[in-house]
């Protein structure tokens, strides 16, 4: 059966060559002008030659050919499939990345909540201990002028009295007759008599 095919397939590339030639060679057979002949014929060699390859690739290359084609096919569906996987493991990944990111912006924000807020309760435990260290050296301070306003109170006193004293001193034997300097004595003695 398959010889057949083939020798009706040959058939028919004889025939088609024929009819080439009759309808492209009719000035070429007539032989008559030498001129006009040779671009035809050339032609029809060209077809021919073209008509024998062709039947040798079919003959011969078809199976090779085919399966060379099938094969590529298929590593080309391969590499697709393999590009399809690494796109969709890269699509995950970049997915992944993404989230990644929302949950680190997030923890981002809680930490900055959180250091501002550290900071704020820093901030005010530093101005109440400043309010506080200030509160003590305000009461030091009074505490420091009151005790040099006493000192100088009673270092103001006992300069008064020495200065009365000494200014008793100086008067008082010029004013004090022997009748005062006996009622003075009197009033010692019974003051101290009664103790």
Not at 42 to 62: P, S, T
Request: proline fraction near 2%; charged fraction near 35%.
């Amino acid at each position: 059966m398959k010889r057949n095919k083939k020798i009706v397939l040959f058939g028919c590339y004889f025939f088609f060559v024929l009819i080439a030639l009759f309808l492209t060679g009719t000035d070429a057979l007539a032989a008559e002008n030498t001129q006009n002949w040779r671009p035809v014929f050339d032609m029809v060699m060209r077809w021919l030659n073209f008509g024998i390859i062709a039947f040798l690739l079919v003959k011969f290359a078809k199976t090779p050919i085919k399966d060379f084609l099938l094969s590529r096919k298929e590593e080309i569906d391969r590499k697709i499939k393999k590009y399809e996987q690494q796109k969709e493991m890269i699509e995950e990944k970049i997915e992944e990345a993404t989230k990644m990111f929302k949950d680190s912006m997030a923890r981002f924000e809680e930490i900055k909540k959180r250091i501002v807020g550290d900071g704020e309760k820093k901030k005010n435990q530093i101005i109440e201990a400043a309010q506080q260290e200030s509160r003590i050296l305000l009461e030091g301070t009074k505490q420091k002028i009151k005790n040099q306003i006493l000192e100088a109170s009673n270092t103001i006193r006992s300069e008064i009295i020495e200065s009365a004293i000494a200014l008793a001193e100086k008067r008082l034997p010029d004013e004090i007759t022997a009748v005062d300097e006996q009622k003075l004595i009197d009033h010692f003695m019974e003051s101290t008599a009664g103790k």
